[in-house]
């Protein structure tokens, strides 16, 4: 089923000194006080950060439900604000697959897709055995995951004793995470250029257009990062 | 229809808008080649989306992190980069220290 030395080795990424827990913990935490502030109960919040495991888009779902938008308004923001995803999904399977896995691991390991687990894997994944990064990837997931469900849970319980100073700190955690990752990850010319131009680009296409921004950028900053790449394959 | 059945169904539609792009990035990528031109390309779109979302995130935040200033924000994120970089690059530490950094400086401006 599962190859127990490897979903191990996986869900071991959280207690390393590369550890996304407390970025995670800070993160689900604050997101727990706000749901309790916008009026779900303890399971409800739990089950939110379970089942969608994707913290803008339950931020987006915390903040519609309480202006009172319709189910389909939310389902279209939140489907676009999650769309990251996408791409994600598609630059990291390619790297799980091996032909003695069964499709269901697959179906299952989807679900655990974050950014959080995206990045690890992306900079772990080369010293796997390519036959058990599925496994791997699966303790990485089933660990990062529940990091968020218990964050989610204890956010909730203390949110009457959280300071609006604490709310504004927690907030910052996640984007200092995501930024160190991101400066490990840039040790080839095509990843810098990528990270760079979609940092420069997001706010730049905010001004104009606020809800797509961040794709839009995407798109045209991992566009002229690939070509850059192509270019230099040519010249070899 | 009452408040809590409510919740239930946003919390459902919630999830399922997320899992889409989860489940057809799969299906999408089923027969892409890690060594293939496409791989490629959406490796590097995904990278510049985290990085447009981050950069997103601090300099036009959304929710409690409207109401540091962009300066001070600036400044937790440039120190806890340097202790990243003298830190072996270990990630706790970073962390950790904007936490209490920012919710310190809060206070005071």
Known sequence: ?236 | MDLSSNLILVIVVTSIATFASRFFGILTAENISDKSKLFDWFNCVAYSILAALTARMIIFPAGALLESTLLIRLIVISISIVVFMYSKKNLVLPTILSFILLTFLSGIY
Request: charged letters at 10%; hydrophobic letters at 50%; a positive charge.
């Open chain 1, 1 to 236: 089923m599962i190859n127990r030395k490897y979903f191990y080795q996986g869900l071991k990424s959280l207690i390393s000194a590369r550890s996304p827990a407390i970025a995670l913990a800070c993160s689900f935490i604050a997101l727990g006080a706000l749901m309790h502030n916008a009026g779900f109960n303890l399971q409800q919040s739990a089950a939110s950060s379970f089942f969608t495991y994707a913290l803008p888009g339950q931020l987006v779902m915390t903040e519609s439900f309480l202006v009172g938008a319709s189910l389909v308004n939310i389902f279209l923001s939140v489907w676009l604000v999650n769309f990251r995803l996408y791409p994600m999904s598609v630059a990291l399977v390619p790297i799980l697959k091996h032909k003695s896995q069964p499709r269901w691991k697959y179906y299952l390991s989807c679900h655990m897709i974050a950014v959080s687990s995206w990045l690890i894997m992306k900079e772990t994944y080369k010293k796997i055995d390519q036959k058990y990064r599925l496994d791997y990837w699966l303790g990485i997931g089933c660990g990062t995951l529940s990091a968020a469900v218990i964050s989610t849970l204890i956010g909730f319980l203390i949110s009457d004793y959280l300071t609006k100073g604490m709310m504004i700190g927690l907030a910052i955690v996640n984007p200092v995470y995501f930024l160190c990752m991101m400066i490990g990850a840039m040790n080839n010319l095509k990843i810098i250029v990528a990270v760079l131009s979609g940092a420069l680009l997001g706010p730049i296409f905010y001004l104009v257009t606020p809800e797509w921004s961040i794709l839009i950028a995407g798109i045209a900053g991992g566009t002229i990062a690939f070509l850059i790449k192509d270019k230099k394959n040519g010249s070899i």
